[in-house]
């Protein structure tokens, strides 16, 4: 229990659903990170939220869309995915952001597949 | 281009000593990780290099040398539950006073009897 959990764990659905996973943590962190986890292949790290406040978009496509109410809470809203994109979407939290230099915890990740 | 080489997998023996390589091409360095995953759990934080040498954690240790873009993760009297993924990411500089992570794809090593 790394103290950053994430719901659902799987999921399945079409190229045209909408879905969204929810990602929390328990640590008081203030940076909240989504990577995507494909097999062999190294993260990539997709969004970075600093106080509620995006810093990073590295060139993710607009069917995903990130959204952070609150420095505990991240989501990554999903609409007409691709079947490229199934993979493992993790969350992971740290303390800070600034210098990256700052152990990041991780959540245990949704396997999601798109058909 | 930025760029972090890790063997794809390892196999070792119980007991035994294991060094898991890891080179990296990057533009600029501002600190090292290694990371353990479990098949189908969360990576978890192992250690961290910013300076030259080596740092010691228990059965575990992490050596850095700058100059040559080079670290290693030594694991010293392997159990069976050393069987995981070990993951070596850089910190680098990026762009608007930034900074980036890096990951390798990840050594899968297997420990057996």
């Known amino acids: 229990e790394t103290g950053v959990t994430q719901t659902p764990r799987h999921l399945v659905m079409g190229m045209t659903n909408k879905k969204s996973l929810k990602c929390e943590q328990h640590?008081?962190?203030?940076?909240m990170y989504w990577y995507k986890q494909s097999a062999k292949k190294p993260l990539e790290l997709m969004f970075v939220y600093n106080f509620k406040e995006q810093t990073e978009n590295n060139s993710v496509p607009s069917r995903f869309s990130p959204e952070c109410p609150n420095s505990s809470h991240l989501f990554l809203h999903l609409h007409t995915l691709q079947p490229e994109d199934s993979a493992l979407y993790l969350c992971?939290?740290?303390?800070?952001?600034?210098?990256?230099?700052?152990?990041?915890?991780f959540g245990p990740g949704t396997r999601l597949t798109v058909t | 281009g930025q760029n972090i080489d890790q063997p794809t997998e390892m196999t070792a023996t119980e007991g035994a000593i294991v060094q898991i390589n890891c080179t990296y091409q990057?533009?600029?360095?501002?600190?090292l990780f290694w990371y353990q995953q479990h098949a189908g759990e969360a990576p978890t934080f192992l250690s961290y290099?910013?300076l030259d040498g080596l740092e010691e954690k228990g059965r575990f240790s992490s050596f850095l040398s700058r100059s040559k873009g080079y670290s290693y993760l030594l694991l010293k009297e392997l159990q069976m539950k050393d069987s995981a993924s070990y993951l070596c990411a850089v910190i680098t500089p990026g762009a608007d006073s930034n900074y980036q992570l890096i990951w390798g794809a990840g050594t899968k090593l297997i420990i057996k009897p």
């Open positions: 992971a939290s740290s303390q800070a952001v600034a210098g990256l230099n700052y152990e990041q915890y």
């Open positions: 290099n910013v």
């Open positions: 640590l008081g962190h203030n940076a």
């Open positions: 990057t533009s600029g360095f501002n600190g």
